[in-house]
């Protein structure tokens, strides 16, 4: 059975492509099959991985013109992690797609081969920082949500609104089974009044919902993307990877992997 | 004469928000009239303002049924400051704007009468993070573009993009007169080499468009809107504070206001 979680927040800035990058390292290390889907036009999680960015390579002329996916996946420089990379075109996507028949499950429809295939334990798929179609085809694809959330007063504002937003993909019958995985707070200082409460504030709403794992504010998980690689391979003793493999530890918990 | 100047950034957390709070605040105590206008569908800048997020109180009607604008302004605790709200139902407005004749020029058109009225000297508006509807009404309407931008990779990586989109607005004939403003260097850690290494990057590619004004990261800057203030207001003597006065000196001086 392969798990599709899309790792959503309309906030910006929260973190996303920094979890969706190296939780996708720290579980292809454990070991498992991971593929990495860049749904994001800004393409980070692409170049994090050190992927070049290519006209035509993203999952766009799949999602316009319903080409098989297969052959956009390419294989990363961690072992076990293939990626969907993106780039530039897939901005069409929020204008043109809307405008198409089923604008809503084609990324669904567009990934069950894929599932059924069963090449993969797990796909992570990175969102741009709105509720537009893009995040809405991640949501109606998922069979669970991830989300990063700062430890800032903006970020907390933000977390209703896309609980509100994960219940009407549910309940409105679009993907009946979507549930929320879990939320991870990202860059906690621990030297700030701020961080912690912040995280207090989110524990008291969210409950179990919140990971116990917490990410750090950590320069290096900054400086990896720069040079390409995941922080499992660019500071393999850092604080910021430790991090992300407890978190991997407790993804896998909640899937009910062994 | 009123100057518009919409700040915008599609990449995620750049600090676009706190950027449109603390330099429509600065500009406030100059003093200049402002209207700060919030098209952000997150509504961080009305509630970083202290003012309520209520249905109905965005500019979201008015864009869909050209309601006029006037009623919707508020008064915000900063004086010579106003605001134009946001709230949840302008996300509605991603999907049901490009159904609409003349969807790029409705906030254009709905601006004008409160720009020839004289009543404000500067207009700032807050832009989701991305290019989609609402950021293009903004792009359209505006005669500048204020870029935000974090001293991190990511962000590095985005401003080509935003470039070559506001190309396409002045010389697709959207909006012949759009210009940028400027570039303004945020969250900058003066002990991480990363943060030297991206600002020298931007002002090597973007050279005078980069502002000599630089934002430090500053833990007062994000706890202000936890209190509904803008941090002249929170933190008065603080180097944030002190950082948006500087900037906002820069831009009079762009706009070629005494
Ligand atoms: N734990 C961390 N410690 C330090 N820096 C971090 C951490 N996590 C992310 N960052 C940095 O913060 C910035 C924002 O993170 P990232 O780009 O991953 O967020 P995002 O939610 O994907 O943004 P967007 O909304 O634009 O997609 C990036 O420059 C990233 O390198
Ligand atoms: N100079 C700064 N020092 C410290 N924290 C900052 C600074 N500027 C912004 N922040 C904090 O960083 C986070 C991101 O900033 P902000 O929300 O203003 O960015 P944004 O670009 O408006 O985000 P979005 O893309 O979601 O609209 C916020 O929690 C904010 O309080
Ligand atoms: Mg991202
Ligand atoms: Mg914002």
Redesign the pocket.
């Known amino acids: 059975q392969t798990h599709f979680i899309a790792v959503a927040?309309q906030?910006?800035?929260?973190?996303?492509?920094?979890?969706?990058i190296n939780l996708a390292a720290s579980l292809a290390a454990q070991p498992r099959k991971v593929l990495l889907i860049d749904l994001?036009p800004?393409a980070?999680a692409t170049s994090g991985l050190g992927i070049e960015k290519k006209p035509g390579a993203s999952v766009y002329p799949c999602l316009i013109n319903g080409l098989s996916l297969k052959s956009k996946i390419r294989r990363t420089s961690v072992r076990n992690l293939d990626l969907l990379p993106s780039e530039m075109d897939l901005c069409g996507a929020e204008i043109e797609l809307p405008q198409l028949e089923n604008h809503l499950t084609r990324l669904r429809d567009l990934i069950n081969p894929i599932r059924q295939s069963g090449r993969y334990d797990i796909i992570l798929c990175?969102c741009?920082?709105s509720l537009g179609i893009l995040t809405l085809n991640a949501l109606v694809a998922a069979d669970q949500v991830l989300v990063?959330s700062q430890c800032e007063y903006f970020a907390l504002e933000g977390l209703t609104m896309l609980n509100r937003l994960i219940g009407q993909v549910r309940d409105g019958g679009a993907n009946p089974s979507l549930t929320t995985l879990g939320i991870v707070m990202?860059?906690?200082n621990n030297s700030t009044r701020l961080s912690h409460q912040v995280v207090d504030e989110v524990r008291k709403h969210f409950g179990s919902q919140v990971f116990d794992a917490v990410?750090?504010?950590?320069?290096r998980?900054?400086e990896a993307?720069s040079h390409g690689k995941a922080a499992i391979v660019y500071d393999p003793n850092g604080a910021?990877t430790a991090a992300y493999s407890v978190l991997a530890e407790e993804v896998v918990g909640r899937l009910g992997l062994n």
């Open positions: 927040n906030k910006g800035g929260v973190g996303k492509t920094t979890t969706v994001d800004q980070n990175d741009p920082p990063p990202t860059m906690f990410i750090p504010r950590n320069t998980l900054a993307p910021g």
